[in-house]
């Protein structure tokens, strides 16, 4: 987590980081923010603790890219409003799928990794930030984010595809069924 924090840190680019602390032990909670990040940070980023309003900063029009876990729920929401993914595995088992996905659609991009040890520095953070936020290359990323807003921001669309999908589970359900 020191990593991704010098990461973006090093981007130089503007942020919101939500950070939950995870417990260590009996009481004890793990900070993972190192002493000093948020006032060297304070003039470009902001660090929020535990919880944040992640579809109101979503939808913000200032907000351009998402840094994420890459969870299926997080990919719905950034693509609902457009924002290209910059994608940090946590080590999930679908993250995996759902990487090769996101990058083979071209609406986001995975932090690369050491083919030795599978770690990633604060160095590769902050150019795959950079590479999707503010190189040419990532105009690729935020146009096609941009254009999937077009299914995942619809409502009326998803609204007729679980309507669909409830008259399927309805039509062969063990009650309808007359076998």
Not at 42 to 66: E, N, T, Y
């Amino acid at each position: 987590m020191h990593q991704l924090a010098f990461g973006i840190e090093k981007s130089n680019l503007p942020f919101i980081w939500v950070v939950r602390n995870r417990p260590v032990g009996e009481g004890q909670m793990n900070d993972i923010i190192l002493s000093g990040y948020e006032k060297r940070v304070s003039k470009r980023g902001l660090v929020l603790r535990d919880w944040a309003p992640q579809l109101r900063i979503l939808a913000h029009s200032s907000v351009r890219g998402f840094l994420t876990h890459y969870g299926w729920s997080s990919i719905i929401e950034a693509l609902k409003y457009g924002r290209a993914l910059i994608l940090f595995s946590g080590g999930n088992s679908d993250q995996g799928l759902n990487a090769r996905l996101l990058h083979g659609k071209k609406v986001g991009l995975e932090i690369e990794r050491n083919e030795v040890d599978g770690l990633f520095t604060s160095d590769l953070v902050a150019a795959t930030i950079r590479r999707v936020m503010v190189e040419p290359e990532g105009e690729v990323f935020k146009a096609n984010a941009q254009a999937m807003r077009e299914i995942f921001g619809n409502e009326e669309l998803s609204n007729n595809y679980l309507n669909e999908f409830t008259r399927f589970i309805e039509e062969f359900s063990p009650s309808a069924c007359h076998c």
